[in-house]
């Protein structure tokens, strides 16, 4: 299951982003914007959903937080403008990090987080599929294995100038050693799964950025 979104910066057609020495100095001088308590905007750039909020909303520094979903990209982007192309696995979502700030900026959101998921599923064959020299037994006996290797790839990112607060990845892995060839079921077990405890990862890894008090500006 590959991602279906992405931040894309177009650096061969919009002046924008054509980076010179100057523009490098000045990502240099970029410093945080945000004063506690924050607000969130939540982007979730992969296809399985992130039930996300309630638990940052729950964090000490967090006023509360938003989405911003495929929907309302679609709702605000300029008439005629490309948003999707085909790819391998159907349609791959294009947004570029400036959109996704100004997006969060009609909420008044202080950062964007930034999550991108992916699920690479790996089935085999375990020892009972030597029962399946027959054709029924395969409809029966669990002879398969199916194994998910889950990915999360988070940003945090100021939105008033960019500035990252965070980039920070983790994975884990699930395995059934025993499903029938039918095991589309299990394979959504165990993405849930895994999907659940990247999750808590990421308001870990939120949890911690806050405590570091030198991202905040001073209130004095």
């Not at 299951?1 to 931040?7: E, I, K, N, R, T």
């Not at 005629?80 to 349609?91: A, C, K």
């Not at 969060?104 to 029962?131: C, K, M, W």
Request: proline letters at 5%.
């Amino acid at each position: 299951m590959a991602p279906v979104s992405q931040v894309e910066q177009d650096v061969k057609t919009d002046p924008e982003y054509q980076y010179s020495d100057s523009s490098i100095a000045e990502a240099f001088q970029t410093m945080p914007q945000i004063k506690p308590p924050i607000k969130i905007s939540i982007y979730n750039a992969g296809q399985t959903v992130s039930h996300i909020a309630g638990d940052l909303d729950a964090l000490t520094g967090v006023r509360n937080t938003t989405y911003i979903t495929p929907g309302l990209i679609d709702f605000v982007k300029p008439a005629g403008s490309p948003s999707e192309r085909r790819n391998l696995y159907g349609y791959r979502r294009t947004i570029r990090s400036m959109d996704l700030r100004a997006l969060a900026a009609q909420s008044h959101s202080d950062v964007i987080l930034y999550i991108e998921p992916f699920h690479e599923v790996r089935t085999g064959a375990n020892a009972l599929a030597v029962t399946y020299a027959g054709i029924l037994p395969m409809f029966f006996v669990p002879g398969n294995s199916v194994e998910v290797t889950s990915t999360v790839d988070v940003y945090l990112i100021d939105v008033r100038n960019g500035f990252i607060y965070s980039s920070y990845r983790n994975q884990t892995r699930a395995e059934k050693r025993f499903v029938k060839i039918g095991h589309r079921k299990h394979t959504d077990e165990l993405i849930e799964r895994n999907n659940s405890v990247l999750l808590q990862s990421v308001v870990g890894e939120l949890e911690r950025v806050l405590k570091n008090e030198s991202y905040f500006v001073s209130t004095e």
